[in-house]
């Protein structure tokens, strides 16, 4: 944890990837995150792996450094509990379907009501002025939704989804940028509240097209938009008489060296070699050529080759091989940290890393509820009121109150 938002309070009504992530990555620049959970966990807590303590590895990657107060918001008491919270907050993070939120009493305008200067960032599937504002949306849903999983095709490829939580986790980041600008802002003068929306599409078509859009920027282009560079059948990863090798040569001083190397050098004769226009609109063919040469090496003659010539390359990883990156080990990417009080035996660094402000130590993700009666009782609430509110379900049961 960075403690560069120390002072910041966000309330996180979030659950699975998406809210949580952009929670999280709050929480590790030191801001006071405080999960709003009901009183049987969030979803995620279930899923699957699930350690023998209980905790699931998806919950554990996406809520450290944060509390967590356990509140049944369907009931009043449970509801006044949140309104207390906001009125105590600089941000409120939530994930659900606009109209959902609306229903329960939480919606912008009766937020702001409580609290004048919230920044309120709703981290939704679609923006709140189109067509589409209504539909549920899951990650699946958003990939095809955007055109990310169509693009396979462009290569002679059936539709596929990218095998990870893509649109969450991007839609994640742009919520987090969000409600920084959003916090910056009021340091510099902005005293109303702010209502940050982030929509997964337009998220992902955003940060698709930015490469993308290529000639549409301009026209209608006859190819259609794309960045056709990425829609070479020869764009992949390289079979070599072992295994599997990535190279990129980008420049013309790149591709004339690897050429030389494979025994090609005629090619940078050709008239058209010495344009980069021209070069890239033979791409494929280049890439062609090295597909070709690789498979008459080994995998790591080909590293070393690539690694002497000055030529961006990389062993292809699977998963679990870069568990035993040592580069990452180097860095340590996959330090326990705090999470090892919870039994795991590695976690992910947050990945920026700022060189000036001291670290603080990290906080393992919390039990359900760990936080509801310290956090309650900072509010006003007394050790009988609380009590109380548990008797009548309006909050769960918390490890204070088995302590």
């Given at each position: 944890?960075t403690?560069l938002?120390?002072?910041i309070?966000?309330?996180d009504i979030?659950?699975i990837?998406?809210g949580p992530?952009a929670?999280?990555?709050?929480?590790?620049l030191?801001?006071?995150v405080?999960?709003?959970e009901?009183?049987?966990g969030e979803?995620?807590r279930?899923?699957?792996?699930?350690s023998q303590?209980g905790d699931s590895?998806?919950?554990?990657?996406?809520?450290?450094?944060?509390?967590?107060?356990?509140v049944n918001?369907?009931?009043a008491?449970g509801?006044?509990v949140?309104?207390?919270?906001?009125?105590?907050a600089d941000?409120?993070l939530?994930?659900?379907?606009?109209d959902?939120i609306n229903?329960?009493?939480?919606g912008f305008?009766a937020v702001?009501?409580i609290?004048p200067?919230?920044?309120?960032c709703s981290?939704?599937?679609?923006?709140?002025?189109g067509?589409y504002?209504?539909r549920?949306?899951?990650?699946?849903v958003?990939?095809?939704?955007?055109?990310?999983a169509m693009?396979?095709?462009?290569?002679?490829?059936?539709p596929?989804y990218v095998p990870?939580?893509?649109?969450?986790k991007?839609?994640?980041?742009?919520?987090?940028y969000g409600?920084l600008a959003?916090?910056a802002?009021?340091a510099r003068?902005?005293v109303e509240?702010?209502?940050v929306?982030?929509?997964?599409?337009?998220?992902?078509?955003?940060?698709?097209?930015n490469?993308?859009?290529a000639a549409a920027t301009?026209?209608e282009a006859?190819?259609g938009?794309?960045?056709?560079?990425?829609f070479?059948?020869?764009r992949k990863?390289?079979?070599?008489?072992d295994?599997?090798?990535a190279a990129?040569?980008?420049?013309?001083?790149?591709?004339r060296?690897?050429l030389?190397?494979?025994?090609r050098?005629d090619?940078?004769r050709?008239?058209w070699?010495?344009?980069?226009?021209?070069r890239?609109q033979?791409?494929d063919l280049?890439?062609?050529?090295?597909?070709a040469?690789?498979?008459?090496?080994p995998t790591q003659?080909?590293?070393?080759?690539?690694?002497?010539l000055d030529?961006p390359?990389?062993?292809?990883n699977?998963l679990?091989?870069?568990l035993a990156?040592p580069?990452?080990e180097?860095?340590g990417f996959?330090?326990?940290?705090?999470?090892?009080a919870?039994?795991?035996q590695r976690a992910?660094r947050?990945?920026v890393?700022?060189?000036?402000p001291k670290p603080?130590?990290?906080?393992?993700?919390?039990a359900?509820?760990?936080d509801?009666?310290s956090?309650?009782?900072e509010?006003?609430?007394?050790?009988?009121?609380?009590e109380?509110l548990?008797r009548?379900g309006a909050?769960?049961?918390?490890q204070?109150?088995?302590a």
């Amino acid at each position: 944890m960075t403690p560069l938002l120390s002072g910041i309070r966000v309330i996180d009504i979030t659950s699975i990837v998406l809210g949580p992530f952009a929670g999280q990555v709050l929480a590790d620049l030191g801001a006071e995150v405080i999960k709003i959970e009901p009183p049987a966990g969030e979803l995620s807590r279930s899923v699957h792996p699930v350690s023998q303590a209980g905790d699931s590895a998806m919950f554990v990657n996406n809520n450290r450094n944060k509390k967590s107060v356990a509140v049944n918001l369907k009931s009043a008491e449970g509801k006044d509990v949140l309104r207390r919270l906001i009125a105590s907050a600089d941000v409120l993070l939530h994930n659900m379907r606009v109209d959902a939120i609306n229903r329960l009493g939480f919606g912008f305008e009766a937020v702001k009501a409580i609290n004048p200067r919230i920044i309120y960032c709703s981290a939704i599937g679609f923006g709140q002025d189109g067509p589409y504002r209504d539909r549920p949306a899951f990650d699946d849903v958003i990939q095809a939704a955007s055109g990310l999983a169509m693009l396979p095709t462009h290569a002679g490829g059936d539709p596929a989804y990218v095998p990870s939580v893509v649109a969450d986790k991007v839609a994640a980041l742009y919520a987090s940028y969000g409600i920084l600008a959003a916090i910056a802002g009021q340091a510099r003068g902005q005293v109303e509240a702010v209502e940050v929306e982030v929509p997964m599409f337009e998220a992902l078509v955003g940060f698709l097209l930015n490469e993308h859009l290529a000639a549409a920027t301009f026209s209608e282009a006859p190819e259609g938009a794309g960045y056709h560079r990425l829609f070479s059948r020869n764009r992949k990863p390289y079979r070599t008489s072992d295994g599997w090798v990535a190279a990129l040569p980008y420049t013309g001083e790149q591709w004339r060296r690897i050429l030389v190397e494979i025994g090609r050098e005629d090619v940078t004769r050709e008239p058209w070699f010495e344009n980069a226009g021209a070069r890239s609109q033979r791409v494929d063919l280049l890439y062609g050529y090295l597909a070709a040469a690789v498979l008459d090496r080994p995998t790591q003659e080909w590293l070393d080759t690539f690694e002497r010539l000055d030529i961006p390359y990389s062993k292809v990883n699977d998963l679990d091989d870069l568990l035993a990156d040592p580069h990452l080990e180097a860095v340590g990417f996959f330090a326990p940290g705090g999470q090892a009080a919870i039994g795991a035996q590695r976690a992910l660094r947050q990945p920026v890393v700022f060189r000036g402000p001291k670290p603080a130590p990290d906080r393992p993700a919390p039990a359900v509820g760990g936080d509801t009666a310290s956090i309650l009782t900072e509010l006003g609430f007394s050790r009988e009121e609380v009590e109380r509110l548990h008797r009548d379900g309006a909050i769960g049961r918390t490890q204070e109150d088995d302590a």
